[in-house]
Each structure stands twice: as C-alpha cells, then as structure tokens.
C-alpha cells in the first residue's frame, strides 16, 4: 500500500506530511547547513556599515582660522557646492589647516562623488603658496579592539622608540593587520639657528633651509640601455638623522673654506613644538590602538594583541610597563552571552507555555521550529554583509516568540481536529490546509510591519538595518517548516522511546487543559456573550482609554529620548581652557583632575573599582578617563563614579568649559541639546549664542553649557610702514620673515622607516618666545637692515579659535545637557515657543536649526511614521485579499493603535522614557496584532460562510481562537521576558523595544479577544443599514445553549 492511498487530500502539504523522510531531509539541511554557515559569519559588536562621507584636510602652516576660511575654505566650497549627490557641507578653519566634511545623500555612488570632488579641487589655482596639498578621503569607521598604553619614567624619546617597535611587533602577528599610535608628537630634525649667527653671515633661516634640501636628493636619473640589459640610474644622498645634516656645508668662505651646519647651529632629533602629551596614572604615556580589518573578529585580534602584550612586557625595561587599557572584545563576549543567557531562558519559558497548553510531544515539534527557523536564516543571510552582532542577536531574541506563533496556530489546530477523534494523518493535513492561508497572510504582514525599520535615515538607520532583515528571514523559514516540517511530525503516533522521559507529565498537562477549557467555557463564553450586547460601550471605553494615552504622552510628561542611556566602561572629564593656554596650566588642570579621579578610586573600592587613569593633553583641551573594571565587579556605576568625580573637581578657575559624561561613545551619547546658529556678522552671532547660553542657564535641569564661542588668542594685525616701504620691503616678504622667524622653516620631509620626519630651521625658543623677541626682530630688506617694530605697524586683536561653517555660512553651535535627558523635548517646546523668536527679534538676519540628538529624532519619528504608513496600506491589501473585503480589513487596523496602550504602561511600569527604540518595537507590534486578528476573523468567516449567524459565529470564533491567541502572546513574552527583565546596564538600549512589544502584544490580546467580536458585530450592524435585517434570535439561543 503506497503513501497516496493514507493521504486524505492531494497537494504539497498532504504531501510532505506523509512523507516524513523527505520533511526530515529539509529540516537536516536546515539545521547542519545553517550550523555550518552560522561559524562562518563575521563577528563584531556593532554592523558594518559606510559612513557616506568625503573628508578633505589641508595644511595651511602658521595661518590663522581667518586665512583658512579666506584662502582654502571658500575656494573649495565654490567649487563643489554644485557637485550632484552632496547632502550637506560642513566646514571648519583652524589655525594651521582647514578641514571639509561632505555628507552624500543616501544612495549616492561615494567613491564616484569622491572622484568629481578630487577633480574639482585639483582644478583650484587660488590656494596660497604656503598651503599643502589637499588630503581627500572617504570617511571610514575604524573598529578598534585594543587599546595599550605604554608608560612609565622614560623620556618621551624613549617611548616613542619602544611604541614604534611594539607596533612592529604587533604587525607582525598574522592576526593583527592594522596598528596605529596616539598620544605622541610627530618626529622633527630642530636646525637652531641664531639671530646673531644669520646677521654675521649675511643669511636667512629660507637660505639655510634651501641649502639643506638640496643636499638630501633620492632621485632617479633614467636608465641606461645596454646590450646587457638595462641599468638603472639613481642619485641616492639622502639624509636621515641629525647627524648627518650636522656636517653639511652652509657657506663657503672667501679663503674656500666651508662652515658646517654643526658651526652655526644646534641640530638634535626632537618633537614638533606643540601641546600634545598622554599620561597613564601620572607617567608619561604613547597609546597603541589595534583595530580589526575585514573579516578579523573582535575575539581573534584581541587574542593575538595580548599574547604579543604578554611576550613584549615581559622584556621591557626598568620603570616602563605596557597595560590593556580597553578590551572592546570583552565588551562584545559579555553582550553576546547576556543576550544568549536571555535567549536561553527565554526558549525555556516558550517551551514551558507550550507544554502547558498543548501535549508533550506537541509542545516539542512547535518548540522545534526555533532552532531550524534561526539556523535555517543563516542559509540565506550568510551570502550577504550579514554579520553576528549586537543588534542581529537582538533581533533573533525578538523573532524568539514570535517565531513560533504560526507553528502554534498550525499545530494547535493540528491538536484540535485529533480531538475530535480524526486519524494522525488526516488531522495534521485538514489543520494545516484549514489554515494554511490566514498564516501564510499573517506571516507576510509581520515581515511588511518590519521593513519601515530597514528605511530609518542616518547613521542609526544603517546601525539597525540589520534588525528587520534578520526578523523577515527567520519568519520566511519558520513560515516554511509550520508549513511542511511540522505537519509531518505531527502526522503519525508518539514514539515512546524518543518522549517517554516527558511522558509522566501529560498527566499533568491534561489535568490543566481540562481545567483551561473549563474556564473558557464558564467565564469567557458568558463574558463575550455580554461583551457583544455592550459593544457599542465597549468600543467607546477602548477610544476613550486611547486618547487618554495619547494625551499623557503628548504632554511631553514621559519624554522623549533617542537611546536610553547606556553607561561606559569609564567615567570621562574634559575640561576646555582658553586658547594659548601656557603648557603649564594645562598640566596643572590635568594634575588636578588625574589627582580628584584618584581619590574617588581610594575612597570607593580602590582597586575593586578601577584599573586606571589615563589622560591627555592636545591644544587647549585636557581629556581624563578613568577607566573602571567589570560592571559586576565595581561597587559603583559608572554615573555615581562620575557624580562623584565632578562633585569633587568642584569649579576650577580659568576654564571655559568641563564636561563630565558617563555614557561616551555608546548608544544615546552626546549633548541633549545641539541649536546651530547662523549670521553674516561673526559680533552678532557670538552675541546671540551668548544671549540663548544665559537663557538655558536659568533652567535648573540644563548643565554642562557650551556658547559656542571660545576666546581667541591674542593676535597682532601687522601692516607695512612707510619706513617699512622705504627699505624696499613688501608685505609678502615682511609676513614670510616672521613666518620664518617664529614658525620656523621646513626643509625637508623624509619618511624615516613608519614615521614622516620633518627637518625644521627656526630660531633657538628663547628668541621667539616673548612679546620683546617680536619688537626686536631685524628684518633684510634690499636696502639694508631694518627692525620689525620700525618697519611695520601693529594693531592689538583677538584671532578667532576657529570658525565653523555648514552650506557656506558661518555658524556656531550652542549645546547643552538635560538631567534627566527625557525632559529634553520640554525644554526644546520652551525654546521654539518663547526663546527663539525673542532672540530672532533681537538679531535680525538671524537663522537657526536643530542638530544632534533632538535633530536624529525628528527625523528618525519622521522616517518611521512614513515607512509605517506604506506598511499598513500593504496590510489593508495583504488583509483583504483572504477576507475578500473592503471592509473587514479596517476591524484588525483599528486595533493596531491600541497596543500603544500596552506599551506605554510597560514603560511607565518599567521606569523607562520612551526612544526610538520604543517606536521600533510599536512597529514591530503591530504586525503580531495583525496575526491573531486575522485567525479569529477568518474562523467567524468560514462559519457564516457554513450558514451560521454573524453572532454565534464570532462568539464560537473567539472560544475556539481564545487557546492559540493566548498561548501565542504569551510564548512571545515568555521570549521577551528574559531582555525586559534584565537589570544589566550594558542591555538597556535595546530593552525599550522588548517593552513595547512584549507589554503591546499583552494588552493587544485583550483587544483581539474582547473588541475585535465587537468590532466585527458594529460592522455586520452596519451592513445590516443596507441589507434586509437578519433574525439574530437563532445566533443569541445557540450561544445560550
């Protein structure tokens, strides 16, 4: 007898299920090759993705911000504001050089608009002479994974030397392919040449310096072709160190003969002047940062880096030690097992509602279908930039529960007719095919429901991207084994051997399904019954109940934020003193900052509570980090520490501005506020940035504010005297003079083994460091010797900091924090309502915006809310195709709005604002509304359609339906319950999306199972308007008896 002759019904679901084999085959596939696959996925901690963005730096030596804008800035903005696909240009001038950012416009072709941007900007002739050649790149992130630090007492010589080879060593790992150093000065050959020795000799620091260059050559000279072949021709007299620039020949005497370099000036190996140390808990410190390219996991470079640290340390010398600073794939094992350790628990719960509510064997295959629908999504997501990261682990813990609600409603139905006393074989065929089609149209609308997130604009949208594509493959494969795998486990009787350890618990089981179906039928039934004959009331109390939740979280009274805040594996200080500081304030200020952190460590766990301190020093900013230990180690959160830290510091005088933060970096960090103004007049727009810090200043929630304006240096604005024009001189050789004088020469640049060393002519530091060494100045003019201060004529000022640009005007921004951040959007109100426009007022010809955070999340609310309103016009068509109505379609849309409800309690109950993630999970809810909806309105349908009233049929569709719509909420809170509950802090970004999701389907539960019969008994009122009136005496004495 042939499989055929036991199949009810033809058809691949009839099919498969009597064909265990070839079902088991598919499900083999499934597992091994997605086990297979799944080992060969990359691993990070955040997805990959492209930033979109051209950087262009240049190099302008010795010129103010105001030169820079003037000379490089506005020439480049001319010339590719016109390019297609720019989205925004942002520009800043520093003293020194100027730096472009360009942001593409999403779906632009980067490394296409990077080519016209290159051409264009080699096409500028204006650029000064002094200005060097234009860097142009494509901004790519960089994923570190280790950050070292190298300290101790050594000179910074010393460490430089040990850094260069340590990287080297490092390198050499053939794990390791990308090492970089931080915290140290570039490398300079210093030529110090004398006033007097110049004078004497009759030259200038440009003469000595053109000397120099032209006696360090590494040229080719062509090829010389012989019958032997060719030979190559080189001039090869190139110099690498101070020694041997020392016995160059300078000037040849009248006698014939020559003074050396080493006659007339000092030459050493040094360090460019500037201010720009790192210190490791006091000692001098070089940081070595390791970073992973291409495929490399954050697991397998770190594991290399620190067995080379452990060998390397081991024969450093006396005095100098080198330290594991960060370890960001610590960072990544302790995400990945707490969201497996939540994953687990979670299956756990799944499993154990399952087996509740269904037999043993049943709740088994059902369960099954979690493994083989995660493992399975590995087959097609591994040929793609899929990676195994935070965010993707996420989404299989939020597919988790949901997963398996199409295996529940197939095999509970599958349960339902072999209760009725049907055979195996045609029970799992009739459950299957009778369903068939409101699960495959459920499946379709959780994946629709899930695609708005693919579409979030921003960086945040490419950070998430990955979410939604993991959740569509999961439902595409579990859709497939509740379809075909599933029916042909539940096809043919128990195998003892393989349940019989479970078997003792079927007793049990059974026990709690004659007491659920008791309870169904005692006080559901009556319940609904009564619930009908109030529908309108009910519906009332539903929209009444809605508004009120609308309105409470419009009045702004829960907040809005972008992430919730997701605390750093360190507390962070930077303080921002004035520009021109002298290097010793800046030291001062770091001493006391490294010397308050140290006493927060002493008083709270020492070395329980900290591993270090590092700090740095660059410009006018000192940067201190105390970098904490293990989260479940340290007796203090990050934010306590860092409350304790700046409780400490207390006001230090001099500063501009100190930040402390807790949540660097990560998800939600950043200022709350971020308002850029623009005007022509740079007085007005310093005024008014000014004018709108004193207003956020008189909110007793604002810190940490930031004007946007710093105070200059002092600058002297020089001009040529008439004694000046007599001498023969011009302005253009009267700037280079100083220029030379106090900037110093470049000779020569040589790449000396890793590091680009500059040979530099300048005076010795005492003749260029006083306001007297300016005045007294000899300048050579052609018609002898002149001093500076008879020669020019000066005017005090201040020169600008630097000048910030975006679209070709000149902007500043005005920033500042909000404790707590959710109250952020209220502050934001009070500003647009009455600060703004009184502002605006004031100033005329005044614009301003919103960037950052505020800025993400308007355009992120934005992008989601137009994403989510295509999404549900594909639900309505993806619902009226099975109802084979217009109208029915609108019954499960009117009660997708009410899982904001639940939602917006389970964070009111869970002590969280709600965030962007909060509005992914109400997308993401809205599908799981959809499904149960869908079945129970399908069942009404086939029952009228089989000549039963509207009433009875949709009272009989909500007690049969009752048993799957509630195991399948709560398989898929059993699923969530895990991350919602976890009180790890590393987790916190992602939880919001659990609540809403987890507590919306909650309450969605009670809507499909009390209001969506109510619902579709309104509708079958109204189309009783225009139809002759049906008898529902029938309806109302079959549901009595």
Known sequence: MTTADHTPTRGSIAWMAGNSVAANLIMAVLLIGGLYMGFNIKQEVFP?????????????????????????????????????????????????????????????????????????????????????????????????????????????????????????????????????????????????????????????????????SRASVELGGGSIKTRG??????????????????VLPIITLEDGSSVLLEDIATVTEGFEETDNWASFNGERAVIIEVYRVGDQTPIQVATSGKAVVKRIDESLPNGVSLTVLRDLSKVFAQRADLLLKNAYIGLGLVFFFLALFLEIRLAFWVSL???????????????????????????????????????????????????????????????????????????????VVFVPLMFVPGIMGKIFKTLPIVVIAVFAVSLIESLFILPAHLSHKNRRPLFFPLNYLEKGQEKFSRFFETFVKKYYRGFLFRLLHYRYIVISFGIALLFTTAGFVSSGRMGMVMFPKVESDYAFCEAVLPYGTPSDTLKNVEQLLVQKAQEVIQENGKDHLSTGIFSRVWDNQVRVRLYLTDPDVRPL???????????????????????????????????????????????????????????????????????????????????????????????????????????????????????????RILLPEEERMSESTFEELVLLAPKGEIQLRNAVETITGRAYTSIKRTNGRREISVTANVRPPSQAENILKDMKKDILPDLLSRYPGLSYSFKGRQADIKESISALLRGLGMALLCVFALLAIPFKSYLQPFIIMFCIPFGMIGAIAGHIIMGYSLSIMSLFGLVAMSGVVVNDSLVLIDFANRRCRDGIPALYAVHSAGIQRFR???????????????????????????????????????FATLITLLMVPCLYMILEDIKGLFAPKKNTNKAVSMIEE
């Not at 072949?229 to 020392?246: C, E, M, N, P, T």
């Not at 055979?423 to 149209?441: D, H, R, Y």
């Not at 700046?646 to 939600?668: N, Q, V, W, Y």
Request: hydrophobic share 40%; net charge negative.
């Open 229 to 246: 072949g060719d030979i190559l021709l080189r001039v090869r007299d190139r110099k690498d160190y101070a020694r041997q620039y020392s």
């Open 964 to 1002: 799957p719509i509630l195991l399948t909420t709560l398989t898929t809170c059993g699923g969530l319950a895990p991350i919602i509950s976890e009180t790890s802090r590393q987790a916190r970004f992602l939880i919001p999306m659990a609540i809403s999701l987890g507590f919306g389907i909650l």
């Open 637 to 759: 959160s990050t934010s306590d520490v860092t409350n304790i830290w700046r409780k400490k510091a207390g006001r230090i005088p001099g500063l501009e501005t100190i930040t402390f933060e807790s949540d660097r970096g990560g998800p939600g960090s950043g200022k709350s506020l971020t308002v850029s103004l623009s005007h022509r007049d740079k007085n007005m727009l310093d005024r008014a940035g000014e004018d709108l810090a004193k207003n956020l200043s008189e909110y007793s929630i604002v810190h940490d504010i930031d004007d946007g304006s710093a105070k200059g240096k002092k600058q002297f604005d020089i001009t040529l005297s008439p004694a000046g024009k007599r001498m023969g001189l011009t302005s253009r050789e009267v700037a280079n003079q100083i220029r030379h004088a106090f900037q110093g020469v470049s000779a020569v640049k040589n790449q000396r083994g890793r590091s680009e060393v500059t040979v």
């Open 48 to 212: 990959e993705f492209s930033l979109d963005i051209v950087n262009i730096s240049i190099a302008y030596p010795g010129a103010s911000p105001e030169e820079v804008e003037n000379g490089l800035l506005l020439a480049i903005e001319e010339a590719i504001q016109d390019l297609e696909g720019i989205d925004e240009i942002t520009a800043s001038a520093n003293e020194g050089y100027g730096f472009i950012s360009v942001e593409a416009l999403e779906g632009t072709n980067i490394n296409r608009l990077w080519q016209e941007i290159k051409s264009e900007i080699d096409r500028i002739s204006t650029f000064p002479e002094e200005a060097e050649e234009p860097q142009i790149s494509i901004a790519a992130r960089r994923r570190e994974v280790l950050r070292l630090a190298l300290y101790g007492d050594a000179s910074e010589t010393t460490l430089r030397a040990l850094a260069d080879q340590i990287r080297d060593e490092l390198l050499m790992d053939e794990g390791i392919t990308q090492v970089e150093l931080d915290g140290v000065r570039d490398r300079e050959i210093q030529v110090s040449i004398s006033r007097q020795i110049l004078r004497r000799y009759g030259i200038t620091l440009q003469d000595v310096a053109l000397t120099i």
């Open 369 to 447: 279908g979690i493994p083989i629908s995660f493992l399975g999504s590995f087959l097609f997501l591994a040929p793609t930039t899929f990676s195994i990261n935070i965010i993707s682990m996420f989404a299989f813990i939020v597919t988790l529960g949901i997963v398996v609600d199409d295996a529940v409603v197939v095999g509970e139905n599958i349960y339902f007719f072999r209760r009725q006393g049907m055979p195996f074989l045609e029970a799992a065929v009739k459950g299957t095919k009778s369903i068939a089609m409101p699960v495959v149209f459920s499946v379709i609308t959780n994946m």
